[in-house]
């Protein structure tokens, strides 16, 4: 249980909801020497949630193993393909008459490969709890067990409603080297009779301002207003039409079908980094204006084109899945 501490305010400020989505297009049309891709899926108890992101926001409710062994894995794959570069060209400069030690890398390669092939399958090492926010129902669902609480979900899950939980934020150590930073943390406003309620959400591994922390629950508190519709971010712009209310405002907006889609990944990021920044200069007491025609901010950078399926491609695609034991 953690101590309890003033908790963040269900209103929104600083109103710039962003979060860079990857064209997944050109990475389904070419699996490189990621020959078990299409075992890549969700567990159950996600899937249905990440299908409808119009309705559901999915975080994970409990600490996860997996995003740690996979960084573990390709972080040994990449330091091996790292002692391999160096090794090259020092044997060729100095060591040229001694014998090539290949085992070395043909081990480094196999073990890239191997866990790169794995990845669908480690996705399932460990918990898998998630805590789901529904713009539907206005509730809050839980997939983990909770002792005291009958009401359940169309899903058969633990439920509460949105007006129960709150977010608090609190100082804790993120990484085994003691990084630490501030993390938000969402539990029911009856935490002593819920004590399951209480989530940790990782939103920075190291960093002690509480600017992430802000942004993070603005991003819950404008998600689960029903009343508005979905901020035009990348993330919602191929399910907007799926939700009543966003669809007519985006009608009466007079909004493009596709802008985020056609925007390259790069030019995203860029996007992403410029609203951080300005956040970390917030100081989130004033609201200020929602972007809702971001096609108007942020015209298309033309010299920022969406890669494309050639050669080139394939290549980085190739080389990165070597290297690093990364399915890109």
Same mark, same amino acid.
């Given at each position: 249980?953690?101590?309890?501490?003033?908790?963040?305010?269900?209103?929104?400020?600083?109103?710039?909801?962003?979060?860079?989505?990857?064209?997944?297009?050109?990475?389904?049309?070419?699996?490189?020497?990621?020959?078990?891709?299409?075992?890549?899926?969700?567990?159950?108890?996600?899937?249905?949630?990440?299908?409808?992101?119009?309705?559901?926001?999915?975080?994970?409710?409990?600490?996860?193993?997996?995003?740690?062994?996979?960084?573990?894995?390709?972080?040994?794959?990449?330091?091996?393909?790292?002692?391999?570069?160096?090794?090259?060209?020092?044997?060729?400069?100095?060591?040229?008459?001694?014998?090539?030690?290949?085992?070395?890398?043909?081990?480094?390669?196999?073990?890239?490969?191997?866990?790169?092939?794995?990845?669908?399958?480690?996705?399932?090492?460990?918990?898998?709890?998630?805590?789901?926010?529904?713009?539907?129902?206005?509730?809050?669902?839980?997939?983990?067990?909770?002792?005291?609480?009958?009401?359940?979900?169309?899903?058969?899950?633990?439920? /509460?409603?949105?007006?129960?939980?709150?977010?608090?934020?609190?100082?804790?150590?993120?990484?085994?080297?003691?990084?630490?930073?501030?993390?938000?943390?969402?539990?029911?406003?009856?935490?002593?009779?819920?004590?399951?309620?209480?989530?940790?959400?990782?939103?920075?591994?190291?960093?002690?301002?509480?600017?992430?922390?802000?942004?993070?629950?603005?991003?819950?508190?404008?998600?689960?207003?029903?009343?508005?519709?979905?901020?035009?971010?990348?993330?919602?712009?191929?399910?907007?039409?799926?939700?009543?209310?966003?669809?007519? /405002?985006?009608?009466?907006?007079?909004?493009?079908?596709?802008?985020?889609?056609?925007?390259?990944?790069?030019?995203?990021?860029?996007?992403?980094?410029?609203?951080?920044?300005?956040?970390?200069?917030?100081?989130?007491?004033?609201?200020?204006?929602?972007?809702?025609?971001?096609?108007?901010?942020?015209?298309?950078?033309?010299?920022?084109?969406?890669?494309?399926?050639?050669?080139?491609?394939?290549?980085?695609?190739?080389?990165?899945?070597?290297?690093?034991?990364?399915?890109?």
């Amino acid at each position: 249980m953690i101590n309890l501490t003033p908790t963040l305010p269900k209103e929104t400020t600083y109103n710039r909801f962003y979060k860079p989505k990857a064209d997944f297009s050109l990475r389904e049309k070419f699996d490189g020497l990621y020959l078990t891709r299409q075992y890549e899926k969700s567990s159950q108890n996600r899937r249905f949630f990440e299908e409808h992101p119009e309705r559901f926001l999915v975080r994970a409710s409990d600490k996860h193993v997996t995003g740690w062994l996979t960084l573990a894995c390709m972080f040994l794959g990449f330091t091996g393909s790292c002692l391999c570069a160096i090794y090259l060209p020092a044997w060729l400069i100095f060591y040229f008459d001694e014998p090539f030690e290949y085992h070395f890398f043909i081990a480094v390669l196999i073990w890239n490969l191997f866990w790169l092939n794995a990845f669908p399958w480690t996705k399932h090492v460990g918990s898998d709890h998630i805590i789901y926010f529904d713009r539907l129902t206005g509730r809050v669902g839980y997939t983990k067990t909770f002792f005291h609480q009958t009401e359940k979900d169309e899903f058969g899950n633990a439920s /509460f409603a949105w007006q129960d939980i709150v977010c608090t934020t609190q100082y804790r150590t993120t990484t085994q080297y003691g990084s630490q930073a501030q993390l938000p943390y969402i539990y029911h406003v009856d935490l002593e009779k819920y004590p399951e309620s209480e989530v940790e959400v990782v939103v920075s591994e190291a960093t002690n301002s509480r600017t992430y922390c802000y942004l993070f629950w603005e991003e819950v508190c404008r998600f689960m207003d029903n009343t508005k519709p979905l901020p035009d971010v990348p993330e919602y712009e191929e399910v907007r039409h799926l939700d009543p209310v966003t669809a007519a /405002f985006d009608k009466d907006n007079g909004r493009p079908k596709r802008f985020w889609q056609d925007m390259s990944f790069e030019q995203q990021s860029k996007i992403e980094d410029e609203l951080t920044s300005e956040a970390f200069n917030f100081a989130f007491d004033k609201p200020q204006a929602e972007i809702t025609k971001p096609w108007e901010v942020w015209p298309i950078d033309p010299a920022m084109p969406k890669p494309v399926l050639d050669n080139t491609y394939k290549f980085k695609q190739i080389l990165i899945q070597i290297t690093c034991g990364c399915p890109v």
